[in-house]
């Protein structure tokens, strides 16, 4: 079914409803506390390091009070001490004597130890924390500015205040009701640093399964609701969005990992400090394990932690006994009702992840009630008037297959799709040709069954018609020699190569592990290397049949990554395939499948792509390049533990055989396979450790690049959730039209850069930046539509535009499918299926921010929404093809010392989180 228009679950200020104030309770810190708590906090630390600390550490003590004070709201995320800027909000006082506790608490973890007891002391007097006055204002809830590019710029205490009070809202609806059944939503304490607000359903939804032993297991699961405060590019209008999902309750033990922690929901009957009230909303604690004692326990919960100096542990559930029968905790016990949060990383769920489009609807607009008369639903996006949406094709289309065809008409019709396959691997014959050269392709296959073995050479030769040119059939080689293109495949036995990492035991983190990931690189590259030397060409590629990251318990002892970096070494690039389940039965074994999936992705990592061929004629210049850049980071808690930091920028030419690449240390543009392998093993150094060096370092980059462009046609696109904390211009209130700013040089006209230059940035819907969205249907049902979209009467209709792409090829599920409430069909059948994985497509967000005299927006957002749609995918792309590929870079982004290089720089980035945490509403699970 075509739409016409598709609806974001997004919602505008009501102009008719004028304007809106609410009363709350503020706390703010007195700025004559600023100068006392940082000389504490700087107390006996080295010279060096007090001369950087410029701000109080708060986020302990906001944390804190998300697990014990769950109804106080905390908007300052840094500790201001500004008189304007408040701490903490409140619907009524919180209780002196219990905020007093929190600030000594506070205060003494800043200087835990006896020595400096008497300095901790004295810094109380001279505060007089009890002197802390709880004052009643009247917030202006649409309160913003505007940026210089005309975007709305709502006051930042809003993005955690509006949205808390909208969600409190939504908590006094009716129960959301539907085929019978009703959910009850209950707030949850957001997280200070949070910008938004969050609801789950409770109590908990049940599925029940069995077990192998004719058994039952029962599952747990909520609905949840996001409430967030976005902005758009361009558009003096605020959004609010609702996001809606699922969260997934852990059923059995624990699993956590060596760092980080699991969140946790606890809801008292009782308050968990003394004299504070009893709380409305669920507490958010993080259940961490403890390396050094070897324990499960609360995060800050040590003997030296915030909560024990707010004697709130006893009040809380045993760590140990939640950890291991967590179940038990979520009908109540011991006055205290409690579930951890599930994460994928824990294992599998009987629940699927994800809502589909009906059922979100029903939620969103249920929620949205509660909205009104504020705040209005956004208009519909309307399809784009350009009627070709979809690129010219290369390759031939298959024919249909009826579902009702004779068998003679089932043959024909399968022996005429059989030849448009050949003449479609001809045609990728002749890409892979022109990428890889005159000497054609040679790759290394490691493999540990013959099975798959044999089912990746038969993806190789049927990916490329090479069956009639076939010249060597084994036992070690596999060639063919077409006309224009050879083929070879050396295969070896993959042997202790893919044994664990370490002896008989795992290699603990750090010198051992490291050492452990050395010894496997060298002999990965030891072995390929000689591989190399005793055939004719060598490998270019190299195929890893290894098990999944499942088969290895302990992290520590997964050798992907050292075998990735070995065959980077050895100057390949690689590609790894699962071997088969072995307890998956014959009919549903997926290897052949896999095999050809895998052999693609290796073509692709050389640089072979089918580039979209745009259907908007002269519109768009005949020699564009197109050039994406992109930050490639890891973190301390990455594969490796090594940081890394790394710009780099792809280039698709016209004319050009190969993807090209390039990173700030190289001097011109390379293949794609050489951009890949030079990421590997590269730290970040020392110059690249702060927040300014990195933004320095990237803002060289972007204006050499672009120097290097200067006087050809360029469209460059960018993505703002990767690149945008370390180019600041590309946040929306840095954005102007037809302007462009790097580093902290001023904000310039465009084409200064360059009068061919075009810039794009492309932002997805992680953290609700863009909406989630339905295609409305009749009855109050939601489908899936695919297209470029237009605001409709939007300020910021004529430069912003949004893409979808269909439903994914693999996912049948259907559009009206339901997980929360009971669901008919038209026929009457049940669409009640919360064990399914449940997907929708998002909305990207195009953001046409810089543009020639003359152009069309909508054309050139057409141009990149058709670069979706590249012919050697099934399915539509998630990102344009060049940021796709940008994006992929980051698989090769494994930090790692040589021997005389050793020793781990485990400082995190200041904008990224230190390690891994479950919490899924800043960094945990993803809701669909």
């Not at 104030?21 to 906090?41: C, G, K, N, Q, V």
Request: hydrophobic letters at 40%; a neutral charge; glycine letters at 6%.
């Amino acid at each position: 079914m075509a739409y016409d228009s598709i609806q974001p679950a997004a919602f505008v200020p009501d102009p008719s409803a004028g304007p809106f104030y609410t009363s709350h309770h503020a706390l703010t810190f007195p700025a004559a506390w600023r100068r006392p708590i940082l000389d504490l906090y700087r107390h006996g630390k080295p010279e060096k390091s007090q001369a950087k600390i410029k701000n109080v550490p708060i986020r302990k003590l906001n944390q804190a009070m998300r697990a014990v004070a769950p109804d106080l709201v905390a908007v300052d995320a840094t500790a201001s001490f500004d008189a304007a800027t408040p701490w903490l909000y409140a619907d009524a006082e919180y209780p002196p004597a219990v905020m007093d506790t929190f600030i000594h608490a506070w205060l003494r973890d800043m200087q835990p130890s006896p020595e400096a007891y008497s300095l901790f002391k004295d810094t109380v007097r001279s505060l007089d924390t009890r002197s802390l006055r709880w004052n009643l204002v009247g917030i202006d809830m649409l309160q913003q500015s505007r940026s210089e590019g005309g975007t709305a710029m709502p006051a930042p205490h809003l993005y955690r205040l509006l949205t808390e009070t909208l969600a409190a809202r939504i908590a006094r609806l009716q129960p959301y009701e539907h085929g019978g059944e009703r959910l009850h939503f209950r707030q949850v304490a957001g997280d200070a640093r949070a910008n938004g607000a969050e609801l789950v359903s409770w109590p908990p939804l049940e599925e029940i399964s069995r077990t192998k032993d004719d058994g039952q297991r029962v599952w747990h699961y909520s609905a949840v609701l996001r409430v967030s405060l976005r902005t758009v590019p361009f558009s003096p209008i605020p959004r609010l969005h609702l996001g809606a999902g699922i969260r997934r309750w852990v059923n059995g033990p624990v699993w956590l990992p060596s760092e980080g922690s699991a969140s946790t929901f606890l809801l008292a009957d009782s308050a968990f400090v003394a004299d504070a009230p009893a709380p409305a909303r669920f507490a958010v604690a993080q259940l961490a394990w403890d390396r050094k004692t070897r324990k499960t326990g609360w995060a800050h919960g040590g003997p030296e932690g915030l909560l024990p100096r707010l004697s709130a542990l006893d009040n809380l559930p045993s760590p140990d006994v939640l950890a291991k029968e967590p179940e038990t905790w979520i009908a109540g016990r011991d006055g205290v009702t409690a579930a951890v949060v599930h994460h994928t990383m824990m294992g599998r769920h009987a629940i699927g992840a994800g809502l589909m489009p009906s059922e979100r609807r029903r939620l969103v607009e249920w929620a949205g009630q509660a909205l009104e008369p504020e705040f209005k639903p956004v208009g519909a996006l309307r399809r784009s008037s350009i009627k070709r949406q979809t690129p010219t094709r290369v390759l031939e289309r298959n024919a249909s297959v009826p579902k009702e065809g004779t068998d003679a008409e089932l043959a024909e019709i399968a022996a005429l799709n059989e030849q448009v396959a050949m003449r479609n691997a001809g045609e990728r014959r002749s890409l892979v040709a022109a990428a890889v050269g005159r000497h054609g392709l040679s790759t290394f296959l490691l493999y540990q069954s013959d099975a798959m073995r044999d089912h990746l050479i038969r993806a190789a030769e049927s990916s490329l018609n090479l069956s009639e040119y076939r010249v060597e059939s084994g036992p070690s080689v596999w060639s063919w020699e077409a006309p224009e293109l050879t083929v070879r495949i050396h295969a070896r036995p993959l042997g202790a190569l893919g044994a664990p990492l370490g002896d008989e035991r795992a290699p603990r983190k750090g010198a051992e592990q490291d050492q452990a990931i050395r010894d496997r690189r060298t002999e990965t590259s030891a072995f390929l290397r000689q591989l190399s030397q005793s055939v004719d060409y060598p490998g270019k590629l190299t195929f890893v049949e290894l098990d999944g990251k499942d088969a290895f318990k302990k992290r520590t002892t997964d050798p992907k990554f050292a075998l990735r970096l070995g065959c980077a070494d050895a100057d390949t690039v690689s590609q790894f395939i699962r071997p088969r389940d072995p307890e998956a039965a014959d009919e549903k074994d997926d290897s052949g499948f896999r095999a050809a999936a895998s052999w693609a992705d290796g073509l692709r990592q050389l640089g072979v792509r089918f580039v979209p061929q745009h259907t908007l004629g002269d519109i768009i210049p005949t020699r564009l390049n197109q050039v994406a850049f992109w930050l490639v980071k890891r973190q301390h808690d990455g594969p490796t533990y090594y940081t890394q930091f790394t710009p780099i920028a792809i280039l698709v030419r016209p004319g050009q055989d190969c993807v090209m690449g390039r990173s700030a240390d190289m001097q011109s543009w390379v293949p794609y396979p050489e951009l890949l392998k030079a990421l590997t093993g590269k730290i970040r150094p020392e110059e690249l450790k702060t927040a300014q060096q990195q933004s320095d370092a990237t803002a060289a980059f972007v204006r050499t690049t672009l120097y290097q462009m200067r006087g050809e046609p360029t469209l460059v696109v960018t993505h703002a959730q990767n690149t945008r904390y370390r180019w600041p211009w590309l946040q929306n209130n840095g954005l102007v039209q037809d302007r462009i700013q790097i580093g902290g040089g001023p904000l310039q006209r465009l084409a200064l850069q360059g009068k061919q230059l075009r810039i794009v940035r492309v932002a997805t819907s992680d953290r609700d930046e863009t909406p989630e969205w339905w295609a409305p249907k009749p009855e109050g049902r939601g489908g899936i539509a695919k297209g470029l979209w237009v605001p409709e009467g939007e300020a910021e209709a004529d430069r912003v535009f949004y893409s979808t792409t269909d439903k994914a090829s693999t996912h049948t599920l259907s559009v009206d499918a339901a997980k929360l409430t009971p669901h008919l069909n038209a026929k009457g059948k049940s669409e009640f299926k919360p064990r399914k994985n449940a997907w929708n497509p998002e909305l990207l967000e195009f953001a046409m921010v810089g543009l020639q005299a003359g152009d069309s927006a909508e054309d050139w957002a057409m141009y990149l929404h058709q670069q979706r749609f590249s012919e050697d995918y099934r399915d539509g792309l998630g990102l344009p093809l060049i940021l796709h590929l940008a994006e992929l870079t980051s698989d090769y982004a494994l930090p790692h010392a040589e021997a005389e290089k050793a020793g781990a720089d485990t400082e995190a980035s200041p904008d990224q989180p230190e390690q891994l945490s479950f919490d899924l509403f800043s960094e945990g699970e993803a809701l669909d």
